[in-house]
């Protein structure tokens, strides 16, 4: 079985997660019209968010890996966002500068509890469709979605497998660095 997730607008099962959360930060103040959102992503969720702050009228500013695929650079680029290549050892300072100089808004999606939870929804609805499901592969870009998915298939049935998969151009994971 196949969970179709690619047919979401911005292409990737990100799309579960980010538009909601940006729209409730744009809602409550903690993000604003014309303020850029800077994501540090594998891929998926740096074309999301430029999909996302199109739509919302926020310029997204992506940090990516160079191994990252030139299509997804070019997507993001005719989303209307910007794209930086960037090492994992100089993430961290380049987010930081950008907030300084340029007054963006960081979208954490490693560190920001509320993006893993939108990913348990996934986890009952594959439990919904096979309730006997021995294992479940998820891509891994930064994490998120396999986290989510796989913290609430562990409490729901731990007898299943949560397997993450990632390209071999960018092999976060295995501790290979992300250039």
């Known amino acids: 079985h196949g969970k179709l997730e690619y047919l979401h607008p911005s292409g990737s099962i990100k799309h579960r997660s980010i538009p909601t959360f940006l729209a409730a930060e744009l809602a409550h103040g903690a993000l604003r019209v014309g303020q850029p959102v800077i994501v540090h992503s594998a ?31 070019r997507l993001i680029k005719w989303l209307g966002g910007e794209v930086i290549p960037v090492s994992s050892r100089d993430a961290t ?34 439990l919904d469709q096979i309730p006997g499901v021995d294992a479940v592969v998820v891509g ?7 986290t989510g998915i796989g913290r609430e298939l562990r409490r729901l049935r731990p007898a299943c497998r949560v397997i993450g998969v990632e390209p071999a151009e960018c092999r976060l994971s295995t501790g290979a660095p992300w250039e």
């Open 43 to 73: 891929g998926a969720a740096a074309v999301t968010t430029a999909w996302t702050g199109a739509r919302l009228r926020c310029p997204v500013i992506a940090l990516l890996p160079r191994g990252c695929a030139p299509g997804v650079w």
């Open 93 to 126: 300072a380049l987010i930081a500068e950008l907030q300084r100089t340029r007054g963006g808004y960081h979208l954490d999606q490693f560190g920001e509890a509320r993006l893993i939870e939108h990913y348990g929804a996934v986890a009952h609805e594959i």
């Open 140 to 146: 891994i870009g930064t994490g998120v979605s396999v």
